[in-house]
């Protein structure tokens, strides 16, 4: 489960600096070098903890990530764990697992509403690392809905949160910092419908 979850919270922060408001060159160079460490790796370290090179390949990772989002920004995923984390008694990781595919889900969808084709070739330009090389987005999705049930993530519910309580959290993660660097301004409803698919 510990592997599972830092695992998916390295995963989460080299694609939100990838998709973010502020890449850069460098940024760009870490998140794609991690995510293919990651897509390899995750997995493995998580069957066999005792695979040294796995574990090696998600500690590059993480650190890539580390470097990305201080040097870009995260994004949605991160602004949600800020407000949940301080909320309730739930892991960083788990948290950032249960919310990447609804996240990955809900920025796909109005990036095409709103024709942002910016936006998507960076959408599919991580699928492809993650799920293979002819991947659009939405199989990008679909890869980390996949990956996060073989990992055994939980959904937010069973952390205690409640469905009464989604709009303080979506009060507090428009307020987070992490959160003004997604690429899309979610409305408050679009953040509702992210922590149904959540719960």
Same mark, same amino acid.
Not at 86 to 112: D, E, Q, Y
């Given at each position: 489960?510990?592997?599972?979850?830092?695992?998916?919270?390295?995963?989460?922060?080299?694609?939100?600096?990838?998709?973010?408001?502020?890449?850069?060159?460098?940024?760009?160079?870490?998140?794609?070098?991690?995510?293919?460490?990651?897509?390899?790796?995750?997995?493995?370290?998580?069957?066999?903890?005792?695979?040294?090179?796995?574990?090696?390949?998600?500690?590059?990772?993480?650190?890539?990530?580390?470097?990305?989002?201080?040097?870009?920004?995260?994004?949605?995923?991160?602004?949600?764990?800020?407000?949940?984390?301080?909320?309730?008694?739930?892991?960083?990781?788990?948290?950032?697992?249960?919310?990447?595919?609804?996240?990955?889900?809900?920025?796909? /969808?109005? *990036? =095409?509403?709103?024709?942002?084709? %910016?936006? !998507?070739? &960076?959408? $599919?330009?991580?699928?492809? @690392?993650? +799920?293979? /090389?002819? *991947? =659009?987005?939405?199989?990008?999705? %679909?890869? !980390?809905? &996949?990956? $996060?049930?073989?990992?055994? @993530?939980? +959904?937010? /519910?069973?952390?205690?949160?409640?469905?009464?309580?989604?709009?303080?959290?979506?009060?507090?993660?428009?307020?987070?910092?992490?959160?003004?660097?997604?690429?899309?301004?979610?409305?408050?409803?679009?953040?509702?419908?992210?922590?149904?698919?959540?719960?």
């Amino acid at each position: 489960h510990l592997t599972a979850t830092t695992g998916l919270d390295a995963l989460t922060q080299l694609i939100e600096p990838f998709v973010c408001r502020r890449p850069n060159p460098l940024t760009d160079a870490l998140c794609k070098d991690g995510l293919g460490r990651c897509a390899r790796s995750l997995r493995t370290a998580f069957a066999r903890g005792n695979d040294i090179e796995a574990r090696e390949e998600m500690a590059l990772a993480s650190l890539f990530g580390g470097l990305a989002l201080a040097n870009s920004g995260l994004g949605a995923v991160h602004g949600f764990a800020a407000a949940i984390g301080g909320m309730f008694p739930i892991a960083h990781g788990a948290i950032c697992a249960a919310l990447l595919p609804h996240v990955w889900r809900a920025n796909v /969808s109005a *990036a =095409t509403r709103e024709k942002r084709n %910016d936006l !998507l070739d &960076r959408f $599919t330009e991580a699928a492809c @690392i993650l +799920a293979g /090389s002819d *991947a =659009t987005p939405q199989q990008g999705g %679909d890869w !980390l809905k &996949r990956l $996060t049930a073989d990992l055994n @993530i939980p +959904a937010l /519910s069973a952390g205690g949160v409640r469905r009464e309580q989604f709009p303080a959290i979506c009060e507090k993660a428009q307020r987070a910092s992490s959160m003004k660097a997604n690429p899309i301004d979610f409305s408050n409803e679009e953040l509702m419908q992210i922590l149904e698919a959540s719960f």
